[in-house]
């Protein structure tokens, strides 16, 4: 009985010790496969010996562990975890350098203006919102730039960019495309309004035998300048509630050789008269718009506001990886590879 008691007491030390070595193999190792191996070592000599107990047979000696087993399973586990641990670093650093050098700076610079296309150094916009913006030119040849993702980036990078906002942030990403759409209906609006007045002083013009001339060619006896005085009209409503003055009140009508112009060239007539009519409709035309131009402004600063809102929630995804330097959510093409495979083992 005694030796019965004994040997139980040996069997609870052995229980012992294997949980022993089994919580020091996860602290180094780290990996439930060799755990389980040397676990599974033990239990099968721990069970041996209980047979032994039972069925009352006494045998020779014999050491309870098999120290080169054990040895072996801790020697290859401890190897393949440090492989494991090179292709996980090598990976974060795929990652480190995805997030750094392609996404990040994508989302810096996501409201940057891009340049207009085929637009001349000396053009500037007349009208902007957000990196949105336009170029006016008569008859529907205005340059018109959109809001848009960033264009200003190899296409793959920004396609990354877009593909880590619309799956790691998922109502963001449907707040940004609300938000483009309805900036790029607002420069719609504009642009219509441009044609509106541009049809309206054409249609004036040629009541009053005046010709569009762009510049180009012989400087005709009865013209005008049709986008400078569309210019002058879309800007007459701001100017005049700052001045009480229209634009065209800071320009006389004077003779100039065989006839008579003001506004530098915006138009001239052999005519005196039609031109002082001509003053007169540019402010009829002001007016028309006045009160549109307000309701214009409005929208403007509401949707100016919700780019700003996504620009600092842009900013917050840089200063939380900077921070931090924990994993941007979402993934794309190029990093879900890497992702899936970290995942693989266990990270």
């Known amino acids: 009985m005694k030796l019965v008691r004994s040997q139980i007491t040996r069997l609870l030390g052995y229980l012992v010790l294997i949980g022993i070595i089994a919580y020091f193999l996860f602290l180094y190792l780290g990996q439930t496969a060799v755990i389980a191996q040397v676990l599974f070592m033990f239990l099968g000599l721990f069970f041996e010996k209980i047979r032994t107990i039972i069925l009352g047979k006494e045998e020779p000696p014999k050491t309870l562990i098999d120290v080169e087993k054990l040895g072996k399973i801790i020697v290859e586990g401890a190897h393949e975890k440090a492989i494991k641990d090179a292709r996980k670093k090598q990976l974060e650093d795929y990652l480190k350098k995805h997030y750094e050098n392609d996404l990040l700076p994508v989302m810096r610079e996501w409201f940057k203006p891009a340049e207009l296309p085929h637009m001349k150094i000396s053009e500037t916009h007349d009208y902007e919102i957000l990196s949105a913006e336009i170029h006016y030119q008569p008859h529907n040849k205005s340059k018109i730039k ?155 600063i509401k949707l100016e506001e919700k780019g700003q809102a996504f620009k600092i929630f842009l900013s917050s995804i840089d200063e939380n990886y900077i921070r931090s330097h924990k994993r941007v959510p979402g993934f794309c093409l190029t990093c879900d590879p890497w992702l899936k495979e970290l995942g693989s083992v266990g990270v």
């Open 146 to 300: 959109k809001l848009s993702e960033p264009k200003h980036f190899e296409p793959n990078i920004i396609q990354d960019g877009i593909e880590h906002l619309r799956k790691g942030y998922p109502r963001e990403w449907e707040n940004w495309s609300k938000l483009k759409e309805n900036v790029n209906t607002h420069l719609d609006k504009v642009v219509e309004i441009w044609s509106d007045i541009e049809n309206s002083i054409e249609n004036f013009a040629n009541k009053s035998e005046l010709i569009k001339w762009d510049g180009r060619g012989p400087l005709p006896s009865n013209f005008i300048v049709l986008d400078s005085l569309v210019r002058a009209v879309w800007n007459d409503p701001e100017y005049y509630q700052q001045t009480k003055r229209h634009v065209w009140d800071d320009y006389q009508i004077n003779q100039n050789g065989n006839g008579w112009e003001f506004g530098g060239y915006w138009v001239k007539s052999q005519n005196r008269q039609s031109l002082i009519d001509f003053k007169n409709q540019l402010t009829i035309e002001s007016g028309k718009i006045k009160n549109i131009k307000k309701e214009l402004d409005k929208e403007k």
